[in-house]
């Protein structure tokens, strides 16, 4: 690299935005570390995790936990990590907390100032708490205001939904707005990572399906209510949809598949359905660096197939396929999501690039 | 073995029935070997199979396509393949035939006096056709007259549902016999031995799920209906439920597992429902040698799984657990079957055993 | 069953040596459980494991922990688990314990009276202590009295060497016995069941292999040493052999697969060589009942497979296929064994019944 | 894009060299496809396959049967597949062919004066064909002049090792030079794509391994002694060398692992060992696009791993781990390549830029 490249490298580091991640060493901690060491607008600046790890360096940590591939980068790798109390000098912190601490600590941040963008599931169905898809419902963000004079926040908490509900809103979302859901069944087929790490024993899984993911069905009938719901007076009233969900555990490392039946109050035909499908593209115009057309329509017979398509648009889409006629319900499809980028990290960096351009960092 | 011994095997082989097994060398075919190799009425007397094939012993045949892990039978290992011709001693023929070819040779049986119990989808949907699950549809053997009378048959076909049908028929019995069904909702994860050998090749489905198996759902919405339709002047009247299925095939080698959901006519409580699966054991008194209670209800949260159930009842019970409420129909549920057993060879051994108690072998 | 078959049974079962099960919990715990629940000389009489468990039934404790399919036992699902300490009332004591508590807890016990056959590493390599394959070295029950005598225990310990080392040697025995085996190189792929449980993430094995288990490839280096040693004067003097071993771990459920390369003294021809395999059956006399023929070898080109043979001889003998011309050393086979039962719990009661019949017990 | 850039573009297009792929349909004729569709040096103008193939777009024909995820490059996708027969317009044809029809096809280019750089068996120890691996024997390229003089060809052959005998003779090509080496034992765990598609049946490697692969074991053993054979009057003497090969399939989708044992001439210490690995860097200055340093030495206890190393150098290097003493040899080490990339198509690639900068395009 030549005297100019290095000048224009360094002045746009200096102007990036510094971000914290709370719960570094986890797959989903893991998943922001590699999402954001290019990031045109962010620059991780500290990574936090529990006091086991504190004082050591991220990579020397992360030496037999690493499990994305690839090297760590290096710039994080010299980070030492820090402890997760609100002495971080980044302002926007990321957390990929686990849910048996993450309440607390999350609140601690949110009153000292900083502004925290979350993946866990405490602050979720609060009353004052954003559960944000960008694409989906971004005037949730008008609920930062209510929570910041409810609670006398300094900063305030962004909740990201749970993957298999985030894939799903993506995919309903063109839908409800033209046509009304009234009903949507779902069965989902989860692969191994959305389970952490350790996570699921390879004795479970070989040769087998767990049909049961713990809280993960009451996630997903909840948090779609709260998604789809409408906002009056700072407060969400909750969308008057059925929702019905069964998960199953699947030998798969990455992307959930869900089947997925909806019944609509409007009866498009199914041309119809599938063009407010592949037209959704609601954010193009914000030029938001992690931002891809969020619905990408399958013809195949046999697609969407999760280790063939859970990387489209560097895993920020959802594939559509198999959109055909439901004899109980109106319409039935699969979708297809990558759960630790779309449905994890990448949907909350997205959030963050939302705030930024909305005037909130 | 002792003298008394010897006489009392021979004698009682002198009295089981001789059966053949018409595509004895696919995956099916190797069940109903296994199966019937110590079946106490019936001795596999005959093993066809294509030309290729014919001539040889089936031990020599199957030398590298054994798939069911310990020895193939001796007495079945030294019978020379015949072709699937009707020029068989043995009266009583097992279809485990490709679709490709089924229909064609099985009717060529029939017409020549044998009775044909197939478990090839070609004639599930004729009209004089029983399609047979004994605990669910018995009545049916009454389409055996009309088939005979119309086709000029000496012999006759039955057949067995595809393997998703006859456990989720199985499962549901009960409770369309008390609550009357109106609704069916049923996402599959079905077993790498439903598609055969050599099926799906293991590049297709490492770390991956295939969300589509070529006419899998049409089988399971038509057949349900005739399963469930009732019998009147020799016509069967498709039964008035609306079925709706999605099918993926999986990483497990055995046992289909299906995510149910169900309206009802009556609404039972959640405990009148169990009850009545639990109850359910219609054939007990027939004392039929391959019957199993057919529905075991399962209590745990995370259960049924393929691995550790798919072999309830020797294979021949379905598994039904996470009975609860479902929010868009009336309950939901997941049914485990073992599909080379239950939805394979030994449903169709069971069929023939029916046959016997009812005399007609 | 008639009063005379009620008679035997609990005349028989009156008679049955009471064991126990230390650290019952575990995998090769399960094993013991599912293996002695029928044997015709031990009754489990009792299960020991962590204080967590203590109290609660095994039934209770094992509910969502039980991994080896079909049903707990009933007798043992009604025992009261029991903590480890030698107040037991059986005084023969099976020890599936992990090797971080293992040592101390099996000297207590021995101290007491108790006779120890144990899985775990602790004692395996004292010279006092015999660490026995029945069918390989039978005469190391004569470190029995040396152990006694020099360490003042009223009982003893006698150890069943690791999975992998134990179908090595017994398929090298035959071969050392009659060809002199100067070295030994060994490539191992061991399956999940071999890291207990939880064991191996899913997430580190999907689509992978991991070349490394810790200790393993000393185990299989020393242990060899000891067991092809020759007992003089109360001690065992290693084997003057050269071994070598590298451990994989691979996707598979149960049975360990590993590729031997061996040089020996003497030059057997292939034939000699597969000869001395084939005759091996050295404990056929002594009727005990988990003994099978060792060894089985198979000529097809592509076997043993795990999947397919590792529950030969129910699991009691190894396979030994591909049996060839090395370029490097003299000769090359593949050697196939079930590490849980043939290298753990069936090995293990194998010892016991050796030492009924020994007169030990 | 500006205008400038399109120009360039352009420009450079207009420069590449043309290429046809013999065999583009199947799984090392798509590595091809991805490799080639963005090389700066070649284009590819052709695709050729089978007669029922030829005529349609390569779009159509791979419509189910692409299998590297992601899309077909566009340009390729246009391209009317055509037949194997020397009437295509590119001189520089890769051959993907199987090897049942490999052998007369790519004669009959090279009589024709095409340039075939070739991944099936055929002519790979033909006494006056290259067996070339760039960083290994590139003197070898001097077998060109004797195959043209002896066959009377226009056009040559060049053929490329099989892929687990590249990634062998890679990872010991500077052992060789610094220290002779005497003898090799290797025992291979090879992934799903070496078999090709469809290949391995799902059903035969579900919680297996399969202990061979046919001719594999040959190929090794052969290939390597003529790989380091040293060129003398035009004609290649066997490199004086034992080897011996132990080949498994197992359930990885890309990536040979192999278990290595060595005995050299000279005896390095472990530091020299590694140190030669290190510094082996053979063709830096020759700045082929598709060259990476060809071994990477890795420190950790449990690597190199199929799915995290497999992609080192972008597929094109080697990984080399747990480098330590053999107690039957002097060392022992694993190896890890990527087969259908340095095994494979890339590893041809990298002939072609050799023969490119070797003037002989």
């Known amino acids: 690299m030549n005297v100019l490249g290095n000048y224009i490298e360094n002045f746009s580091k200096m102007n990036k935005i510094p971000v914290a991640i709370l719960g570094a060493t986890g797959i989903v901690g ?3 570390v590699k999402l954001l060491s290019n990031h045109p607008w962010f620059e991780i600046k500290e990574v936090a995790a529990s006091e086991k790890s504190a004082g050591k360096t991220y990579g020397e940590v992360m030496k037999s936990r690493w499990k994305l591939g690839g090297n760590i980068p290096k710039e994080v790798s010299n980070l030492v990590v820090k402890e997760c109390s609100p002495t971080l000098e980044s302002k926007l912190v990321f957390s990929a907390l686990d849910a048996s601490i993450a309440g607390g600590i999350e609140e601690n941040f949110a009153k000292e100032g900083y502004i925290v963008i979350s993946n866990a599931r405490n602050h979720r169905l609060d009353e004052d708490v ?3 898809i960008p694409e989906v419902n971004p005037e949730s963000l008008a609920l930062i ?3 910041r004079r409810k609670r006398g926040y300094k900063g305030f908490i962004i909740t990201h939904p749970n993957c298999s509900t985030t894939e799903l809103c993506l995919a309903l979302k063109p839908i409800n707005d033209k046509f ?3 009903k949507i069944l779902v ?5 191994l990572s959305g389970a952490g790490y350790p996570g699921v024993p390879s004795l479970d899984i070989i040769d087998n399906i767990i049909p049961f993911i713990s809280l993960e069905e009451e996630k997903i009938e909840q ?3 709260k998604i789809f719901g409408n906002l009056e007076n700072g407060k969400i009233n909750r969308a008057n949809i059925q929702v019905s969900a069964t998960c199953n555990r699947v030998f798969v490392s990455e992307g959930h598949l869900e089947s997925v039946s909806i019944e609509t109050g409007e009866k498009p035909t199914i041309d119809e359905l599938i063009g407010c499908l592949d037209d959704f593209d609601p954010l193009r115009k914000l030029n938001l660096p992690s931002y891809a057309k969020p619905i990408v329509v399958m013809k195949e017979e046999d697609r969407p197939q999760p280790r063939l398509d859970r990387n489209l648009g560097n ?7 198999r959109i055909r006629n439901c004899n109980v ?8 999501g990558n759960n630790t980028i779309r449905g994890g990290a990448g949907g909350a960096i997205l959030i963050a690039e939302l705030l930024k351009v909305k005037g909130y960092l």
Chains 1, 2, 3, 4 share one sequence.
Do not use: H, I
């Open 30 to 32: 893991q998943r922001y």
């Open 145 to 147: 205001d209510v929570q």
């Open 180 to 182: 009304r859901l009234k």
């Open 315 to 321: 895993g920020m889409s959802v594939a559509v396929g």
């Open 187 to 191: 069965t989902t087929m989860q692969s």
């Open 223 to 225: 948090e779609t209510l």
């Open 329 to 336: 319900l109106d319409y039935k499809f699969l979708v297809l």
């Open 130 to 132: 954003p559960l944000l």
